[in-house]
């Protein structure tokens, strides 16, 4: 069964923009697990433009499933994982003026990554790589101790023609990293329409998708939008 991380980072948005206190994430999330959510998953920015960290308190302490941190190398976002200790953190790259994620993190440069894996480890947390499907990339990830890669899906989701061919190269870099003895998670862009081949993917263990699920819970209510999304990506349950 592919398990299916919830990314409630745009209920927290619609917050923001206000400068409020609701639609709060704490709720959002116990609707996600209510739907049957494996995983909520959040991404503490390092300018709160979403998330902050009092959310980041509360659901360590509500969320019943997995929580996984999504977050960058600096050094304060890594003291908040280690004083928090979610279940898993997953370590993406940040650009201040980007809308969301443009890419996977370049692990040939990212600054302090075996310091901050081992940190981590030493907290108890299991760490993910988000990456891009290279083959250098996953090395990388091995060789810096990663437990799992979270495969960067969005140049397959943007992919107006071509989508087989990036679908292939997210299929290759799957068996690499499943060969590796690292756990497959994918994620970035993923829907009701694109999902399916990418769950169905040899060895994948998780998806974590949000502003799909987000916007359709808009229309039929969060917890129907993830159940929805845990039966299409579990098609034989």
């Not at 209920?11 to 049957?36: C, H, K, S």
């Not at 992919?159 to 190269?169: G, S």
Request: proline residues 3%.
């Amino acid at each position: 069964m592919v398990e299916l991380g919830v990314n409630i980072d745009h209920v927290a948005t619609v917050r923001q923009a206000r400068r409020t206190y609701e639609p709060d994430p704490v709720w959002a999330a116990a609707e996600a697990e209510l739907g049957g959510a494996d995983g909520i998953t959040i991404h503490l920015r390092e300018d709160r433009r979403h998330i902050n960290d009092r959310d980041v308190e509360i659901l360590r302490k509500t969320v019943q499933c997995k929580l996984n941190l999504e977050m960058s190398l600096a050094a304060e976002i890594v003291e908040v994982a280690i004083r928090t200790r979610p279940q898993q953190a997953t370590l993406v790259p940040e650009r201040r003026e980007e809308v969301t994620t443009e890419g996977g993190l370049d692990l040939s440069v990212a600054k302090n990554c075996a310091d901050a894996v081992k940190r981590l480890h030493d907290a108890g947390i299991f760490v993910s790589a988000f990456i891009d499907a290279v083959p250098r990339q996953i090395e990388l990830a091995k060789k810096l101790g990663f437990d799992a890669v979270e495969l960067h899906t969005g140049q397959y989701a943007n992919a107006v023609t071509d989508q087989q061919r990036e679908l292939d190269k997210l299929i290759s870099a799957g068996r690499l990293i499943v060969t590796a003895g690292m756990r497959l998670h994918a994620g970035h862009g993923l829907n009701y329409r694109n999902v399916l081949p990418v769950a169905a993917m040899d060895g994948m263990y998780e998806l974590n998708i949000g502003h799909a699920i987000i916007a359709r819970s808009i229309f039929i209510g969060l917890r129907e939008a993830v159940r929805e999304m845990k039966q299409l990506i579990n098609p034989k349950r």
